[in-house]
């Protein structure tokens, strides 16, 4: 897993069979001073999270597992919110917390 | 997933007896702000999509999860047409506009 920053929302209605009502959302993967890393992707969201939040996801055949119906053609999948993450002894993000 | 343009299509004659009857679509990347980026993928289509449809697709063993791709060699499949997608609250691509 990996950390990311969600960045945008995409809308698409005509999508694979099996992913109806599942959020796709942009994601920016993170270095480990939460500094951008590599190529913004899409993932699914199986959590309800949106642009801003510091979040975790699950990239490969795995992502999958983490949708509703696990048969899916999903290979990146936001699996969690990072309220607090900790990079050699500094706090790099405060997801909800910064937020709140 | 990736975003992309669907460009054109494939035609394949001799090809893997397993990608019989797979529709196969030309796609070209592009970044989140909607500017093509100079790389290709051939991917098989799972949602109709044609030329001009901006598309996502996946890619790596995911690719196989569908049924139209089950246990065949297949390494990117598109598996959604994107209507429109924001980011940080500012609408970036609209496809009915």
């Known amino acids: ?100 | 997933m990736l975003l992309g343009k669907v460009i054109g299509s494939v035609v394949s004659t001799q090809k893997d007896e397993k990608l019989e009857g797979r529709k196969l679509l030309l796609v070209q990347v592009h970044s989140q702000h909607n500017k093509p980026i100079d790389q290709y993928v051939v991917a098989i289509d799972s949602v109709q999509a044609g030329p001009g449809d901006m598309v996502l697709y996946a890619t790596g063993s995911s690719a196989r999860q569908t049924t139209l791709t089950e246990g065949r060699p297949c390494d990117a499949v598109v598996m959604a047409v994107v209507d429109s997608w924001d980011l940080g609250g500012e609408n970036v691509y609209e496809k009915w506009a």
């Open chain 1, 1 to 100: 897993m990996y950390l990311a920053r969600v960045t945008g929302r995409v809308v698409a209605t005509q999508r694979y069979t099996g992913l109806e009502g599942v959020a796709l959302q942009w994601i920016q993967p993170l270095d480990e001073d939460a500094k951008p890393m590599g190529d913004p992707l899409v993932a699914c969201a199986a959590i309800s999270s949106g642009p801003g939040d510091l979040v975790m996801f699950v990239d490969g055949r795995e992502a999958a597992l983490a949708c509703p119906t696990t048969f899916v053609p999903v290979d990146a999948a936001i699996v969690g919110f990072v309220e607090q993450a900790v990079s050699k002894g500094a706090i790099i993000g405060r997801g909800a917390l910064e937020r709140a």
